[in-house]
């Protein structure tokens, strides 16, 4: 079932698949590649969260806090900035993809090429 909120700008629409298996992330992953003008996310309950674009409002202020998150990680250097097309396995099974990010460099060492070229794992 597809839940599409009534005011659906820049608020996901929500596809229930608890009836299905979870998606694996390598699932989840082939989703995504096989669907490149979309943006989905996977909550922890392996809901499908499909993203429309968000406002004017919405897109000036989420890139002032970018802006300001990529000026301040140039500046102090023991971490890598992330935009709002990143996604994150968090520690739940969720994965989510945060307006900005930041992950400390030591982190990021710890991960594989492989890793890092999909989805950031267990940033917690």
Same mark, same amino acid.
């Given at each position: 079932m597809i839940e599409a +909120? &009534? $005011? /659906?700008?820049?608020? +996901? =629409?929500?596809?229930? #698949?608890? /009836? #299905? &298996?979870?998606?694996?992330?390598?699932? !989840?992953?082939?989703?995504?590649q096989e669907n +490149? $003008? =979309? &943006? !989905?996310? #996977?909550?922890?309950?392996? $809901? #499908?969260?499909i993203t429309p674009p968000t406002g004017g409002e919405t897109g000036a202020q989420n890139l002032r806090v970018a802006s300001q998150l990529g000026v301040w990680t140039e500046r102090d250097g023991t971490g890598v900035a992330f935009d709002s097309s990143t996604g994150f396995e968090l520690p739940d099974g969720a994965i989510r993809s945060p307006d900005a990010a930041w992950v400390a460099r030591t982190r990021l060492a710890q991960l594989t090429r492989s890793q890092k070229r999909? !989805?950031?794992p267990r940033c917690s």
């Open positions: +909120p &009534r $005011d /659906s700008v820049g608020r +996901p =629409w929500v596809v229930h #698949l608890a /009836s #299905l &298996r979870r998606m694996t992330t390598a699932q !989840f992953w082939k989703v995504c +490149p $003008d =979309w &943006r !989905f996310e #996977l909550t922890a309950q392996g $809901d #499908l969260l999909k !989805f950031i």
